[in-house]
Structure formats: structure tokens, C-alpha cells
């Protein structure tokens, strides 16, 4: 992303969203500069979203090229009615989900290293150090713990939890991007989170 | 809700972990620049280059071609190899040339009653007419000589014709 350009993210305001419109109509007419853009806007959300569905980076890479060359040549059936964000985001979770139905079974961990930030978030300490039976475990064995669990959940159930508690998007987008509606959303949440917390309970005491 | 809200306080909490696992440094940096170039490869309409036509035709040549990528020294081995099948196939051509010869040779000085031996032609006499075409009387010669043209004749199948004109006996 340009230095010119303000940062910010689509929910946040008007100028985004006229400017994202902008250059969603060039990238349409066949500007890949303006798709460019586009793709380093929310190259790190989709890709984040891909990889947590399928905790393995070599996937999450494909498939996250996967999704925007798909979006680029559906450019011009995009009407407008949502916004570009939810509407690339609808088909990285269908091409997801659908990568994820064949591979059924034959999955296998790659995953990414941890940020160096996560040693020092006092939340993710306290809960290795402190609440956590077993204390030898580490932060990396916790991870691929979580990834596991996180496998063991369906498909839908995986994907609300993903975009809700992970990457902080809204009950109503998420309806929007998963084409249901919000007590379908609310309800998948909670028996994912149940079902999570059953297979992390050794890892975790009650609140 | 909110109960079950706090309740999965600690879970949410565990969950936060997921956001701090990152791809390899950089990998943002060239993520759009690969986007960008497999679309514009797929607007070229498949007009693949003669290397990705050979990846899909013939992988075995690309993967021998990648041993002398990784081993230079294979290719000046590989390069002395030909050149000697070259100079082998070159010397035993001449050899089987000169070997056909002293074959062919001792073909034609072989004896004349050999019964495979071919059989001399006689003196051809022949006579050249008006419009240049040679015509020949001489039968054609075989490699294996027939007596007759029907083989013996058996005599119990035919007997002796004769003719007696009326009123020259009794």
C-alpha cells in the first residue's frame, strides 16, 4: 500500500469506502494497478482467515491467490450489493471450505511461527504460567494444541469461530459472508466454543 | 449469553494466541506481486512458454537438464560421451563397408558348377531395331535350372499316337 493513501480499514469510514469503490470500478475495467491495491489491502485478513481454517501455510498461500485471481476474473459479476471486503471474503471461505471437504483426512500441520509479541502478551503468560496444569507447556505446544482442536470442529462451526474470536469480525458479517442468518451464527458459536472447550480442557481452568 | 460469554472467557483468551502465529518475514511483501503476474499469465490466454510446454510434455528431460544445473561436471562428461559414440559410429561404418566389399567379392569368384551358383547367361545376341528397343530371342535365365517346362512326362498317362491312311494296309 501506497505511503499517499490512508491506511485504514473498510468498516471504518465514508473516504475508504468511496476510494475502495474507486478502485474496485478500475480494477473492473482491467487496472491491476488499482487491483493491486486491492489484494494488499486484504491480502494479510484473507489470508490469516485461510490459514487458520486450514493451519497449514503452504495451503493457506495457495489458496489465498486462489481466492483473489478468482475474485479478479468474477469482478464483473459483483454488483455492489456488499461490500468488496465481504464479497472476497465469501469467496475465500466457499474455495476454503470446499479445499477443506476433498482434503478430509489427509491434513497435516505446517504451521507458522509465533510472533515475538506473544511471549510478552501478559493475557497469553498468565494463561500458560498460571492457569495451566501443565506448566512445562510452551507456547508452541499450546499452538499446535489449539490448531489440533481447532481441526477437530466442523468446517462451518471452525469458520465462525475463526472470523468471530479470532479475527474479530461481526455476527452480521459473518451471516453475510456465510450466507445464514445471525441465530444460525450465534448458535454455531457457542456449540464451537463448547466443543473447544472440551477438547482444551486439560489446558484450561473454569473462569 | 453473557453467561456463556464469561464462560469462555479463558478459551477466548487461548484463541487470541492464533493471531500471533505469522507467515515467513516478507511474505506479504511479494504476495501481490505473485497474484498480479499469475493473472496477467492467465490473460495471455495459455500461451505457455516453450519451458512450462516442456514441463507438462516432457518432465523427464526438464529433471535430466536439472542434473547438470546442479552438477556442472556432469555436462562435460555427458559432452565427451557423445563425442566418442560419435568417432565409435563413424570407425565401424567404414568397418562394415570394406567387410560388405570382400563379401560381395567372394560371391562372384565362387565356382560355376555350384548348384546355387548363378548360371551363366549365354551370349546375348541381341538386335537393335528402329526405335532403339532392345529385343532379345534368348530365354530368360534362372537361378535353378528346370529340364522342362512341365517336368518328365510320365508315360502311363499317354500313349503313342498312329495313323495309318485308309487302304494303304490289308
Request: net charge neutral; glycine share 10%.
Given at each position: 500500500m501506497s505511503m499517499s493513501e490512508p491506511v485504514t480499514?473498510?468498516?471504518?469510514?465514508t473516504p475508504v469506502a468511496t476510494l475502495e469503490g474507486d478502485l474496485v470500478r478500475k480494477a473492473r475495467r482491467g487496472d491491476l494497478n488499482a487491483y493491486d491495491e486491492l489484494v494488499k489491502r486484504y491480502q494479510e485478513r484473507i489470508y490469516a482467515t485461510i490459514y487458520h481454517m486450514t493451519s497449514n501455510h503452504e495451503d493457506a498461500n495457495d489458496l489465498a491467490q486462489e481466492s483473489f485471481i478468482k475474485a479478479y476474473q468474477a469482478l464483473k459479476s459483483f454488483?455492489?450489493?456488499?461490500s468488496f471486503y465481504t464479497w472476497l471474503y465469501r469467496i475465500a471461505v466457499n474455495k476454503t471450505i470446499n479445499f477443506l471437504k476433498q482434503r478430509k483426512n489427509k491434513y497435516h500441520l505446517s504451521l507458522n511461527d509465533l510472533d515475538f509479541n506473544a511471549e510478552h502478551d501478559p493475557d497469553l503468560v498468565a494463561l500458560v504460567s498460571?492457569?495451566?496444569?501443565?506448566?512445562?507447556?510452551g507456547l508452541a505446544e499450546l499452538q499446535k494444541k489449539l490448531n489440533e482442536a481447532l481441526l477437530k470442529l466442523s468446517e462451518p462451526h471452525r469458520m465462525v469461530v475463526v472470523l468471530?474470536?479470532?479475527?474479530?469480525?461481526?455476527h452480521d458479517e459473518i451471516a453475510e459472508i456465510m450466507g445464514c442468518n445471525i441465530g444460525t451464527v450465534r448458535s454455531r458459536l457457542f456449540y464451537a466454543r463448547q466443543e473447544l472447550q472440551g477438547h482444551l480442557a486439560e489446558y484450561m481452568k473454569p473462569a | 449469553m453473557n453467561q456463556s460469554e464469561h464462560n469462555f472467557g479463558n478459551l477466548k483468551r487461548l484463541l487470541?494466541?492464533?493471531?500471533?502465529?505469522?507467515?515467513?518475514?516478507?511474505?506479504?511483501?511479494t504476495f501481490s506481486d505473485s497474484v498480479i503476474s499469475r493473472i496477467r499469465a492467465g490473460e495471455a490466454g495459455g500461451a505457455q512458454s516453450a519451458t512450462e510446454r516442456l514441463h507438462v510434455t516432457a518432465p523427464w528431460l526438464v529433471n535430466f537438464l536439472n542434473i547438470f544445473e546442479t552438477k556442472p561436471g556432469l555436462v562435460g562428461g555427458f559432452a565427451v560421451s557423445l563425442c566418442l559414440l560419435l568417432v565409435l559410429g563413424v570407425v565401424f561404418s567404414e568397418r562394415s563397408d570394406s567387410a560388405t566389399k570382400n563379401i560381395l567379392a567372394t560371391v562372384q569368384s565362387?565356382?560355376?558348377?555350384?548348384?546355387?551358383?548363378l548360371v551363366a547367361a549365354p551370349p546375348m545376341a541381341s538386335v537393335t531395331d528402329s526405335s532403339g528397343i532392345i529385343a532379345s530371342t534368348n530365354p530368360v535365365t534362372s537361378l535353378q535350372p528346370v529340364a522342362t517346362m512341365f517336368g518328365q512326362p510320365n508315360p502311363a498317362l499317354f500313349q503313342a499316337a498312329s495313323f495309318a491312311p485308309a487302304g494303304t494296309g490289308n
Open positions: 480499514t473498510p468498516e471504518s469510514g454488483k455492489g450489493g456488499s498460571d492457569k495451566t496444569p501443565l506448566r512445562d507447556a468471530h474470536d479470532v479475527q474479530g469480525v461481526s | 487470541k494466541l492464533k493471531r500471533q502465529e505469522v507467515p515467513p518475514p516478507g511474505y506479504f511483501n565362387a565356382p560355376a558348377n555350384d548348384s546355387l551358383a
